[in-house]
């Protein structure tokens, strides 16, 4: 099974802070990654798929880069409804596999 | 509007059976794969099930053998039938489309159905 490691694991920033958010796999998943965000008490929802695919409706301040093993989800100026937890998955093989999450708190 | 509305979540005994639908609508139904994601009280997503548009399956190996994903193409309609439940099955089980047929990504996701397996 492909591990995959989110860090850091929580985050404190300030409205209008960049805050940047890393996920390794274990092994190559070339570019088949995609990052969800989760508010407290709701379903996820599907930030960025293929590692900077842009979904949707997504504002333009998520941004997604990254290959093979090492990739990052880019917040370039937090806002308050930006506070929740973000999580990475790999959509390369099964079994899907997710990181453990990071959670982005209000400093 | 794609809209998932899942349901059959409760309260079982250990040992016990369940079997979750979740009813899809707002898109071709057959054309995606479907798939089922949980999260435990304060834990992280885990993947559980995926089912093709064209019936392929895949289980996470914690369930194998134990859970059943299935589909009703004609019923717009998504299952996944539980059994010989743990205590570490307990979480919320969400209903997830994929972007294509092939499962890789949840582009949208049901509400959530909380199952709690307890004696």
């Known amino acids: 099974d492909i591990q995959m490691t989110q860090s850091p694991s929580s985050v404190s920033a300030s409205v209008g802070d960049r805050v940047t958010i890393t996920c390794r796999a274990s092994?190559?998943?070339?570019?088949?990654l995609a990052w969800y965000q989760q508010r407290p008490g709701k379903a996820p929802k599907l930030l960025i798929y293929?590692?900077?695919g842009f979904q949707s409706g997504v504002p333009s301040r998520f941004s997604g880069s990254g290959s093979g093993t090492d990739f990052t989800l880019t917040i370039s100026s937090l806002q308050p409804e930006d506070f929740a937890t973000y999580y990475c998955q790999q959509a390369n093989s099964f079994p899907r596999t997710f990181g453990q999450g990071t959670k982005v708190e209000i400093k | 509007e794609v809209q998932l509305l899942e349901s059959g979540g409760g309260l079982v005994q250990p040992g016990g059976s369940l079997r979750l639908s979740c009813a899809a609508s707002?898109?071709?139904?057959?054309?995606?794969?479907m798939s089922w994601v949980r999260q435990a009280p304060g834990k992280g997503l885990e993947w559980v099930s995926t089912?093709?548009?064209?019936?392929?399956?895949n289980y996470a190996d914690s369930v194998k053998g134990r859970f059943t994903i299935s589909r009703d193409n004609s019923k717009n309609t998504l299952y996944l039938q539980m059994n010989s439940l743990r205590a570490e099955d307990t979480a919320v089980y969400y209903c997830?489309?994929?972007?294509?047929?092939?499962?890789?990504?949840?582009?949208?996701w049901g509400q959530g159905a909380l199952v709690t397996v307890s004696s």
């Open positions: 092994q190559d998943i070339s570019n088949w």
């Open positions: 997830a489309k994929s972007i294509t047929a092939a499962g890789r990504t949840f582009i949208y």
């Open positions: 089912i093709s548009g064209v019936y392929t399956t």
């Open positions: 707002g898109f071709t139904f057959s054309s995606y794969a």
């Open positions: 293929a590692a900077s």
